[in-house]
């Protein structure tokens, strides 16, 4: 073996995909430089070989190729063990079908039936606990609260247990590191939320998870079990992206050429900044998938059987071959065709959501705290790569 390839085989068996923390702009030179080498690179996960796709082209591919990366055998091994049964573990035609009863928070239509009013009024009771303060961090008094808060009363549960919602959705999210705290958090969730499906099938109210309750596709309703299991996959999947991606446009708005001066002063530029961050900066920079059960080839690359593989979605959005200058944050790009929420039927069902939120929030940071100002920039650097996002943003108004 070269010395070249010793120092590539050996910085491929230090940094860890599933627990590397990779702050700032050190996880997007490291992609980028996968990306110069091969389409294909080999990589550890979880201590154990995968295989990482750094462009855009393979990235897209392989989320359209449902035969060679199914989604569902990830998920039925990561998720479903704390989850419960969901529809992002099921086999295509399943998912197809249960994705339409599971999903009603998420679709646009239902989207758009929430008044931006509801939003701000959230916004705003978390900025004016900490407003008269002139300094706060703005992940543990806005952003990781705000979305969790959002789909905690889009479902219609009581407001009173909102503190225990942030603590299962943490514990659900780590279950990988923490098994026995994950089981815990899915046990106490589906002990809290059954006495509440049972009122509201006696009683449905104007709120998801009576939708939830009565939904039927083709003839099928969703079980007791499945509602939570579904409700479960609501708390991480729904919140905890939605958080991580407030906090990372926070911080680029903050850090990059004057965005947050331009935002303030040019509102119709905002939607593009949103669009921007989601591209510059995804919540989710890699996105883990098994490969089916035979060897395939894909790049010029074999694949063995049943193999942990990683979506670039980080390194796609920063694809040269097509977009240009892509380490420039530029709220101006006309930006398209992003890998952030995925291409095809698995496509991310909260998009809507996540975009009308950051939205919201966005108009009214700028309302409320105008002159905001990054006070720590080490701690505000995004970090993580299958989640990724700042750990703190302290700031002054």
Same mark, same amino acid.
């Given at each position: ?19 590397a923390a990779l702050p700032g702009a050190a996880f997007h030179s490291l992609t980028a430089r996968y990306r110069g080498q091969s389409p294909v690179v080999p990589v550890t996960f979880l201590g154990q070989p995968a295989f990482y796709f750094t462009s855009y082209q393979a990235v897209e591919a392989a989320f359209r190729d449902g035969e060679s990366f199914p989604a569902h055998t990830w998920y039925q091994l990561a998720s479903e063990p704390v989850m419960g049964r969901t529809f992002i573990a099921m086999p295509p035609r399943e998912h197809r079908i249960y994705r339409k009863l599971a999903t009603p928070a998420f679709r646009s239509r239902a989207v758009a039936g929430h008044d931006d009013a ?25 952003? =990781? ?22 603590? +299962? ?31 509201? =099938?006696?009683?449905? =109210? ?34 905890? %992206? ?17 965005? +947050?001066?331009? @935002? ?15 591209? +510059? ?20 690359? %074999?694949?063995?059987?049943?193999? @942990? ?56 940071? @700028? ?20 989640? =990724? ?9």
């Open positions: 073996m070269s010395d070249t390839a010793e120092s590539k085989d050996q910085e491929r068996q230090q940094v860890d995909f599933a627990s509801h939003y701000r009024q959230i916004l705003n009771e978390l900025i004016d606990v900490f407003a008269a303060q002139r300094e706060a961090d703005l992940v543990a008094q806005l952003t =990781r609260s705000f979305p969790l808060i959002m789909i905690s009363r889009m479902l219609g549960l009581p407001m009173t247990r909102e503190d225990d919602f942030k603590r +299962w959705a943490l514990s659900l999210l780590n279950f990988i590191h923490d098994a026995e705290e994950g089981l815990g958090a899915a046990a106490e969730i589906g002990a809290f939320l059954k006495p509440l499906i049972e009122e509201r =099938r006696r009683n449905p =109210r104007e709120d998801v998870l009576s939708e939830l309750v009565m939904a039927e596709v083709e003839g099928s309703h969703l079980s007791d079990e499945e509602i939570i299991s579904h409700v479960r996959l609501l708390f991480p999947t729904g919140a905890d %992206t939605t958080y991580l991606a407030l906090g990372n446009l926070i911080y680029a708005l903050l850090t990059q050429e004057n965005a +947050w001066d331009r @935002v303030k002063s040019e509102p119709a530029l905002r939607n593009g900044a949103i669009e921007e961050l989601l591209r +510059w900066e995804p919540p989710a920079g890699i996105i883990a998938r098994l490969s089916c059960d035979c060897d395939i080839e894909f790049f010029g690359h %074999t694949i063995p059987a049943s193999s @942990v593989v990683l979506f670039g979605v980080d390194a796609a959005n920063r694809d040269p071959a097509v977009f240009s200058d892509p380490d420039r944050f530029d709220i101006q790009r006309k930006t398209e065709k992003l890998m952030t929420f995925g291409p095809g039927p698995r496509a991310c069902p909260g998009m809507h959501l996540a975009r009308q939120e950051l939205r919201v929030a966005l108009d009214v940071l @700028v309302e409320r705290l105008p002159d905001l100002r990054l006070l720590d920039l080490d701690a505000a650097q995004p970090s993580g790569t299958m989640l =990724r996002g700042p750990r703190a943003l302290q700031v002054a108004f």
